[in-house]
């Protein structure tokens, strides 16, 4: 019942479903000209629509499927940097507020940052964590601070104890992707301070 309970957990903290929430609760939350709805269409296909792509994918294509769960992870890191590399150039091209751009260079130099540690250092760094600290820390600086502590005191330690029952991830690999948001945030916010 647990390790069942653990892996519905996971699926339900998905990086993708995770960043849909956010831009949703964003689009709700902000004043309408800063996240209309054009814009939030924008921002969850690329955040959450294109990256959830590697789910399926990884199930309905059999070159695919054979890779087990190591393939539809690196698809995951594939389309999330397709995703959010397109989501950044809409942001820096198009009109959108500097709130919208700063969302969006976060996101992107998460993956990157993930990248780095992952396939550069050999540092097993959780993508899901990063994916679930992404929202839930943005949501206490972008006018939404009660969903930022639901997800501070829900999400985050669900995630935590499901990723450590059915071992996909170890203590310090977990901590090391909410790190690497919090990095990206870091330097998103030299180029970008926060728009409040």
């Not at 985050?156 to 090391?176: I, N």
Request: aromatic residues 12%.
């Amino acid at each position: 019942m647990k390790d069942k309970l653990a892996k519905l957990i996971r699926i339900i903290t998905a990086p993708p479903f995770m960043a849909g929430v956010f831009i949703l609760i964003l689009a709700h939350t902000l004043r309408r000209e800063i996240y209309t709805p054009r814009r939030a269409a924008v921002s969850l296909l690329c955040l959450s629509v294109i990256p959830l792509l590697a789910y399926p994918l990884s199930r309905w294509v059999p070159a695919l499927r054979k890779g087990g769960r190591e393939t539809q992870r690196n698809l995951a890191f594939v389309l999330s940097l397709l995703g959010y590399t397109a989501g950044w150039l809409w942001a820096e091209l198009s009109d959108a507020p500097p709130l919208i751009l700063y969302v969006h260079t976060v996101y992107l130099l998460s993956v990157l940052i993930l990248l780095f540690f992952n396939r550069l250092l050999r540092w097993r760094s959780s993508g899901h964590s990063c994916g679930i600290t992404g929202p839930v820390t943005s949501l206490f600086c972008f006018a939404a601070p009660l969903w930022g502590a639901v997800g501070a005191l829900l999400f985050f330690p669900a995630a935590l104890w499901a990723s450590l029952r059915t071992r996909r991830h170890t203590l310090a690999e977990f901590l090391l992707g909410s790190l690497s948001f919090l990095l990206a945030a870091g330097l998103t916010f030299l180029r970008t301070p926060l728009p409040l």
